[in-house]
């Protein structure tokens, strides 16, 4: 940045009188330094005074109308009478009575027979599936010749077996 020194060609002539106006291309070098150091320095201190967070909108602190209570709906003696007791006007349900039935069903659920089975036949199509996985891999390896299940040193017949028998358990054939 060469600032106003560097745009001046000549030195002005001590005769003339010095231009007047806003702009003066002769202004005083320290005058020059001052407002070269003041300008960046003004833009440092409006960004750190004026800079302030994003508000959420007009309505930023305002409750909602979630909190405002609603209007008291018509009671049906049906539907009081198919839940198995008659509310009350001031409740609808304890939470305690709640949390039994909730436990007593949860109980009920997890020592059903039909979840018991489900949870034996998961444990053993993971067995399955982990053999199988296993036997893919091997069969693999016996192709390539290389891990576990290489067939380096066996014979040509022996090799064809093993990999036939593999092919078998896999579903590959």
Not at 85 to 98: A, G, H, P
Not at 158 to 167: G, H, M, Q, V
Request: charged share 25%; hydrophobic share 35%; with cysteine.
């Amino acid at each position: 940045m060469l600032g106003l020194r560097g745009l001046v060609a000549a030195p002005a002539p001590a005769a003339a009188a010095p231009p007047r106006g806003r702009c003066s291309a002769a202004a005083p070098p320290e005058k020059a330094g001052r407002v070269s150091l003041a300008i960046p320095a003004a833009a440092a201190l409006s960004l750190v005074l004026w800079t302030s967070p994003a508000s959420a909108g007009i309505l930023s602190g305002f409750s909602g109308l979630e909190s405002t209570p609603g209007p008291d709906l018509p009671r049906l003696e049906f539907l009081e009478k198919w839940n198995g007791q008659l509310l009350s006007s001031v409740t609808l349900f304890s939470s305690s009575e709640n949390q039994k039935k909730y436990a007593e069903f949860d109980n009920r659920f997890k020592n059903s027979k039909v979840l018991q089975d489900l949870l034996e036949k998961s444990k053993k199509n993971k067995q399955k599936n982990e053999r199988l996985i296993q036997d893919k891999y091997c069969l693999r390896g016996a192709e390539w010749g290389v891990g576990d299940c290489s067939t380096e040193g066996m014979s040509e017949q022996e090799r064809e077996d093993f990999i036939s028998e593999l092919k078998k358990r896999t579903g590959a054939e």
